[in-house]
């Protein structure tokens, strides 16, 4: 009866969805706290496969309830061809189902051209944005001149702000970027059907969630991007626009502190990256291509959202401990173990060397995550992907690996309950 909440410990990519999706079978309610279509969550069930964007991944069970919090940024074309792509796969997505807070903000098409407009600005210097319009969101939103879902149950009064944002928009676009502008009544025409879609979604979530919780109702929260992509305190400015962290989840649904339960922090075996930005433990070559596959395979580490080659290193166990202090993390949940399989020997970063001194603690600054990661080195595991993945009690997986995962949790310092072996939603093994 309480407020669990699932959080990214890396650069995002985890896994989340697929085990927002496992632990969804306890929760009544599902809710992101934060982002937008800037993620891409994947959950497998059987034979199909979902990759959601802006839906929580835990409204695949038929009896949760989704919500999106104050806290995400919502293009709603984007969020009404994902109800409608959802339904098409056998999930019923209606307005009792699906819950807006009427406090999340909206993106327009002025936010996805001043992303490309930014991005292309930044030469060099670019951040490799997803281009969904996240950062000018949330830009507008700490202006305090966004629009707010809220706004769509007024049809004249939300084309009106609508109109006067693009128009606004397109100032900056001529005369900063010097790029065209936008359609003004066209754009403001297509919201108002927006709007007319979704006004029936719209409601005060803080409430609903808050009344769920009083009355002993479990609620999930679903965090997109991970730990070392938040504003505050990610690889700044390598980062996204909001707070993934844990934290997150509180301002962004609009819940109280005393609410939280347990803080599950989902960590990939290894470690990938989307986008520019530090990456210590980073690997190229051979190694890469193993960790990263070729594409073959529905799990390959290429981006869902972006479709982009995700960048790929060893578990970095500086910045695990790191994530799991800022999070509060209370267990862990390691994903894609199966990867690493057939791999001869597998590399931990410990500390990371500078001026001939070892640092074990997050170095301030970007330019001090360049430091030399110091690497403890352990074997892998001839069996197979396959055995991996078919292998369902702890018993059951090699020596090896059990002493990879030992290791983690030693080094993270906080217990491992779950490994996820595969996509699949009996991939698991449970850690008594
Ligand atoms: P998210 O953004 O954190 O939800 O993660 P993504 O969905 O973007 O990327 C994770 C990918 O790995 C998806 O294709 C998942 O289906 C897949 N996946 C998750 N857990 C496992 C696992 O344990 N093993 C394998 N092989 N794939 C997994
Ligand atoms: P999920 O929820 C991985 C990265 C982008 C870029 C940076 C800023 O699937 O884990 P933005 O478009 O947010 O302004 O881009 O953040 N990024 C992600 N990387 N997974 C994600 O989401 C991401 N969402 C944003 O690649 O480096
Ligand atoms: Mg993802």
């Keep these: 009866m309480a407020l669990n909440i699932i959080v990214g410990t890396q650069w995002g990519d985890e896994g989340k969805g697929r085990v927002v999706d496992l632990l969804a079978a306890e929760a009544d309610y599902v809710a992101r706290y934060n982002g937008g279509d800037n993620a891409g969550h994947t959950v497998t069930v059987g034979d199909q496969t979902f990759k959601l964007h802006l839906i929580p991944s835990g409204v695949i069970h038929p009896h949760t309830i989704g919500i999106i919090g104050n806290g995400l940024v919502v293009n709603p074309k984007v969020l009404l061809e994902e109800i409608e792509i959802t339904r098409a796969s056998g999930v019923e997505i209606t307005p009792e189902r699906l819950r807006i807070s009427h406090a999340?903000?909206?993106?327009?098409?002025?936010?996805?051209?001043?992303?490309?407009?930014?991005?292309?600005?930044r030469?060099?210097?670019?951040?490799?944005?997803?281009?969904?319009?996240?950062?000018?969101?949330y830009?507008?939103?700490?202006?305090?001149?966004?629009?707010?879902?809220?706004?769509?149950?007024s049809l004249e009064d939300f084309a009106e702000a609508v109109a006067a944002q693009i128009e606004g928009v397109n100032e900056v676009l001529i005369n900063l970027y010097e790029t065209e502008p936008l359609d003004t009544l066209e754009i403001a025409?297509?919201?108002?059907?927006y709007a007319q879609e979704l006004a029936p979604y719209i409601e005060n979530v803080s409430s609903l969630l808050t009344e769920a919780l009083r009355s002993g109702e479990n609620v999930l929260a679903e965090g997109a991007q991970g730990t070392l992509l938040d504003i505050d305190h990610g690889t700044y400015p390598?980062?996204?626009?909001?707070?993934?962290?844990?934290?997150?989840?509180?301002?962004?649904l609009g819940l109280g502190v005393g609410h939280v339960g347990r803080v599950i922090g989902v960590t990939k075996a290894f470690q990938t990256r989307v986008g520019e930005g530090p990456f210590p433990t980073e690997v190229f070559g051979e190694t890469a291509q193993q960790l990263r596959g070729t594409g073959d395979k529905p799990w390959d580490e290429f981006g869902t959202t972006t479709g982009r080659p995700r960048r790929v290193g060893w578990l970095d166990a500086v910045l695990l401990r790191y994530a799991v202090q800022i999070n509060g993390i209370t267990e862990l949940t390691i994903t894609k173990l199966d990867v690493l399989s057939g791999l001869d020997t597998l590399y931990i970063c410990t500390g990371y060397q500078a001026d001939g001194e070892t640092h074990h603690d997050l170095p301030l600054g970007p330019t001090d995550l360049d430091y030399e990661p110091e690497y403890e080195e352990l074997p892998g595991w001839e069996a197979d992907e396959a055995d991996i993945m078919g292998t369902r009690k702890w018993g059951g997986l090699p020596q090896a690996a059990q002493a990879y995962i030992q290791r983690i949790e030693e080094l993270a310092g906080t217990p491992i309950r779950l490994i996820s072996v595969g996509p699949e939603r009996e991939q698991v093994i449970e850690i008594e």
Excluded: F
């Design 123 to 137: 030469g060099d210097e670019k951040i490799g944005t997803t281009l969904r319009g996240i950062g000018p969101a």
């Design 238 to 252: 390598y980062v996204t626009s909001s707070n993934p962290t844990a934290a997150g989840a509180l301002v962004g």
């Design 139 to 153: 830009n507008h939103k700490a202006a305090r001149s966004g629009l707010r879902m809220e706004t769509m149950l």
């Design 104 to 121: 999340a903000h909206v993106i327009t098409p002025a936010y996805l051209a001043l992303d490309k407009a930014r991005e292309q600005s």
């Design 189 to 193: 025409k297509e919201y108002v059907g």
